[in-house]
C-alpha cells in the first residue's frame, strides 16, 4: 500500500465509503480567502440587496414601519442565502419628528432648513422665540454663561472631526440648559454642506431642564455668527412637533454559519438595520449590513464550513439610544468568553482601507493597547490576503457601536475602517441614498468583511483576549 | 535753461502756475495696470460689500423688497465711491412662490425636497397627482409621446454642462404639455448634490397648454428612475402655490467715471443686482455686482480717468426673463454704436481664468466667428497685464446675459471667464451663501475686472466691431 492510499483511507470507515463519498477538506486559509475574494468582488447580490432595501423599503427609524419590513427582510434574506437564521427580541424607542418651523425672526425674516435631534423635545404649540447666542465651544459657554439665562445658544463649532464636532449635538442641549438657554442650535456636524441639516441622536441628563435642540446648516450656523459679530441681535422662533412615544417591540436578524470544528465559538459579523428617518439609510448603515450579509451568504456556501461560527447579527436599533446592540450583550451575557471576535461595519461604504482593533479590558471597558498590539500582531500576517482590495490597514481604534457593549466585557472588536470623505457629508441626511452608492467600492467592502470573517473563523488560535480564563 | 525745466514748463499757461498745479500725467498702460491690480488685490471694500449686500438684504428676486434695498444700496455705495449715479426705470415681473408640498404617494409615500421653477403655474388648491413617467432626454419624449397624456414628465438627464441641462428646466415644461402631460419635474441642472434641489427661470408658450413645473434634486430623480426601471408605477402629488402677480417698478443702478479724451465712448462693466428667493445670492450674482463696482471705485480714484468712460450697470433684473438688460438695451439704443465694449460677471466668484469674447453680426445676432478672432488677436497684446492673477485666457464664445441684448446688436462682448466646479452646485440654491465666498479669489476676480475695464478704456483704437461705420 503506498502512501498517498494510505492517507486517503485515513479518517474514512471503509475503502469502498471513501470512493463513493469523499470527504471534502477545507481549503487553506490562503486558498479560502482568495476564492473568497473572488466571490465577493464577482458578485452584485449586496448591491441588489442594498437597492431594494433602500429604494422599496426606504429610510428605517426605530419604531417605524420601515424598521419592521427590514427586519422581516433581512431574515428572509438569510435563510435564502443558507444561514440558521433567528430574531431575538429588542424593545426600541419611538420618537416622532413632526413639524419643524424654524425661522430668523430679525434682523431679516428667513425661514431656516433645519432638522429637529434625534430624541428632542418639541415646543409648546405656539413655539417659542428668543434671542441667539453664538458660541464657538463648551469653554466658550462656561465662560460667558451668564449672557445665556433665556436665550436660544448656537454652538458653532467648526468642524476638526465627527468625534469633536457630535459632541455638540449629543450633549448641547444638555450644557445650554444648565446655562438657562430655552433652545439649542446645533451647527450641523460635517466638512461640507450644500444647505443641508444633518440629524442625528441628542441626551437629556437627570435634573436638568429639557429643552429643543435642532441641527442648522453650515450656511445658516455661519449666517448667524456674521449677524452676531457685526453688532446685530438675532432672534429665532422655533415651531417643532417632535415628540417621544413611548417604546416599541422590534428584532435583531441574526443568520449563522455553523463552525466545522469550535461551532460554540462566534465571530459576529455586525450592523444596524436602522437609520435615520431622512433619506434611505444607504450608507449609514444599509451598506454595511448588505456587507455583512453577503459576507455570510459567500461563508455559508463554502463546501466545507469555516473553523468556527460566523454569525450575521443585524442590530435593531443603534441610532436612537442603542438598544439592540445593548439587547444583544445582555442576553447573550454567557457567551461573551464564547465570542472570539466581534467585526462591525459602520461608516459607509467608500474604500475599505484596514480594520480598526478595539481591545478591552472587560471589568473597565477601558481600551488596552498591549492587548490591541498583541491583537494587530496576531491579524499583521494574514493582512496580505487583503492586498488585492488594498484594505490592509490596522490600527488601535474605537471598533463599531453595536458591538461596544459585548467589546467593552473583553470581546475582541474590529470595526471596518473606511475612506470617509465622501461619507460625513451625506450621513443623517435626505442625501444618504443609493445612488451615492459605487458597486465597485460596495464590492470591496463585501470582500473585506468576508475574508476578514473567514481569517477570525478559520486561523488555528483565535485571537488574544482580555481573559485568559474565558479560553 | 535747461532741457527738464523746459518740459516741465510745456503746457502750463506760467512758470509759476507750472509749480502750483502741475497737471498730472495719465499714467502709461502698463503702469495703470500695475497699480490697479495692487489695488485690487489689496483692497476688502469688494468683500466688505458682499457682506453687506448677502447679510444684511439677503436673497433679491424681481419685484421683492429685496431688490428695491439693494437697488438703493448700489447707488448709495457708487455715489459715495464717487460716480456719478443714475437710476434707470425697469418694469419687473412679480411671481410669488407660495407653498411647495410634492411626495411620492406609492410605492413608497415620501415628501419631496423641491423648488418650483420661477415663472410656474401652481396648482389647483386641492392640488393634482398622477404617475410619474421618467425621460432621459426630448428625443425619448418624442419617441415615446403617446404614453405621456395625462401623467407627470420626470425630465432626467445626466450632467453634462450647464447649457444642456438647463434647456430642460427652460423648456421642460412646454415640450411635456404638448404631449398632454399635467405637470413637469426636472432633475436639478448641478453635477452634484446633498438633497439640494435648484429653482431657476422656465418659460411658457403661446398654444400650449401650461403645466406646473418643479426642480427635484438628483436623489429623487435617480430614485424614482430606478423605481420605474424595476416596474414600479410611481404616483405623485403636487400642491404649489406658485402664481404670477402683474410687474413692480425697479431699477437699473448705473454709475459713471467720465472718459477723460473720449467721454462719449463707454466700456460697461455689467452684473445683474437680482437673485432667486433662496440662499443670499451671493455668487449669482453678487459677487459680481462687487467686483464691477469695486472697479468702477478703483478706476474712479485714479488721479486721471481712463481715456474713455467707464460705466458700471448693476442690471435689475436677468434671473427672471432679463427685463433689467432688455431694458437698458432699449432705451439705450441710440448709444450703443459708442458702447465700445460690455463687460460681464455672472459665473460666480471662483479663480478669474480669462475673457469669453463674443461678437455678433448686429443685424442677425449671430455670433461672428472673424471679428471674434480679430478681437482677441487686439486684445492679446494686453494679456500680460493680468498674467500675475493667471485670467488670461482669451476664447470665442458667449458673454453675458445682461448684456446680451447689446451684443446682438453689434456691441462688443466679453464675459468674465471662471473656475465654474464650486458654482454650478450651489447656483439657484438654499446654499448660495457668504459663506463659499474665497476672500482671495474675490479679489482676484476684482482684479481682473478692474484691469479688463482699464485696458478697454485705455487702449489707444477701441475693439474692432461689426458696423465699421458706427466708429
Not at 473563523?457 to 483565535?462: G, I, N, S
Amino acid at each position: 500500500m503506498n502512501t498517498l492510499l494510505l492517507l486517503a483511507l485515513l479518517g474514512t470507515s471503509s475503502p469502498s465509503e471513501a470512493r463513493r463519498t469523499p470527504k471534502p477538506q477545507p481549503p487553506t486559509m490562503e486558498q479560502g480567502a482568495a476564492d473568497l475574494l473572488a466571490d465577493a468582488l464577482a458578485s452584485t447580490e449586496a448591491w441588489s440587496e442594498l437597492r431594494y432595501l433602500c429604494d422599496h423599503i426606504g429610510h428605517r427609524l426605530a419604531g417605524s414601519v420601515g424598521l419592521e419590513q427590514a427586519v422581516a427582510w433581512g431574515a428572509e434574506q438569510m435563510e435564502a442565502d443558507g444561514l440558521i437564521t433567528s430574531l431575538e427580541p429588542v424593545q426600541v424607542p419611538v420618537w416622532i419628528r413632526g413639524e419643524e418651523q424654524v425661522e430668523i425672526l430679525s434682523p431679516l425674516p428667513r425661514r431656516l432648513e433645519v432638522l429637529t435631534l434625534g430624541g428632542s423635545i418639541g415646543t409648546p404649540p405656539e413655539g417659542l422665540s428668543g434671542e441667539v447666542m453664538v458660541v464657538g465651544s463648551f469653554d466658550e459657554l462656561s465662560e460667558r454663561g451668564a449672557e445665556a439665562a433665556g436665550k436660544i445658544v448656537l454652538f458653532d463649532d467648526p468642524w476638526v472631526d465627527y468625534g469633536q464636532a457630535v459632541s455638540y449635538r449629543g450633549r448641547g442641549a444638555v450644557v445650554a440648559a444648565e446655562h438657562g438657554a430655552i433652545a439649542a442650535l446645533v451647527r450641523s456636524p460635517t466638512p461640507a454642506s450644500l444647505g443641508t441639516p444633518h440629524t442625528g441622536g441628542m441626551r437629556y441628563a437627570e435634573g436638568v431642564p429639557e429643552i429643543p435642540a435642532v441641527a442648522v446648516t453650515l450656511e445658516d450656523a455661519a449666517w448667524m455668527r456674521r449677524l452676531v459679530e457685526n453688532g446685530e441681535t438675532v432672534r429665532v422662533s422655533l415651531k417643532l412637533g417632535a415628540h417621544r412615544d413611548g417604546e416599541a417591540p422590534s428584532h435583531n436578524v441574526v443568520g449563522e454559519v455553523k463552525g466545522r470544528e469550535h461551532p460554540e465559538q462566534v465571530v459576529i459579523l455586525g450592523c444596524h438595520l436602522d437609520s435615520w428617518d431622512v433619506g434611505q439609510g444607504a450608507q449609514d448603515d444599509g451598506a454595511g449590513c448588505v456587507a455583512a450579509m453577503e459576507a455570510g451568504r459567500l461563508l455559508a456556501a463554502m463546501q466545507v464550513a469555516p473553523r468556527r461560527t460566523v454569525r450575521v447579527v443585524l442590530f435593531a436599533n443603534e441610532e436612537f439610544g442603542l438598544s439592540g446592540g445593548k439587547a444583544y450583550g445582555a442576553s447573550h451575557a454567557d457567551e461573551l468568553e464564547h465570542i472570539v471576535a466581534a467585526l462591525e461595519a459602520d461608516t459607509g461604504a467608500g474604500q475599505p482601507l484596514g480594520f480598526r482593533v478595539d481591545m478591552r479590558a472587560g471589568d473597565t471597558g477601558e481600551r488596552d493597547e498591549a492587548l490591541s498590539a498583541a491583537t494587530i500582531a496576531a491579524l499583521e500576517h494574514y493582512m496580505p490576503l487583503l492586498e488585492d482590495i488594498a484594505a490592509v490597514q490596522l490600527e488601535s481604534s474605537w471598533s463599531g457601536a453595536d458591538i461596544s457593549p459585548m467589546v467593552k466585557k473583553g470581546v475582541p472588536g474590529l470595526g471596518l475602517k473606511h475612506d470617509t470623505d465622501g461619507y460625513w457629508p451625506i450621513h443623517h441626511t435626505t442625501a444618504d441614498t443609493f445612488d451615492k452608492i459605487d458597486p465597485t467600492l460596495l464590492a470591496k467592502n463585501v470582500a473585506a468583511m468576508t475574508v476578514m470573517g473567514w481569517i477570525l473563523a478559520e486561523m488555528p488560535e483565535p485571537l488574544p483576549r482580555w481573559n485568559a480564563s474565558a479560553e
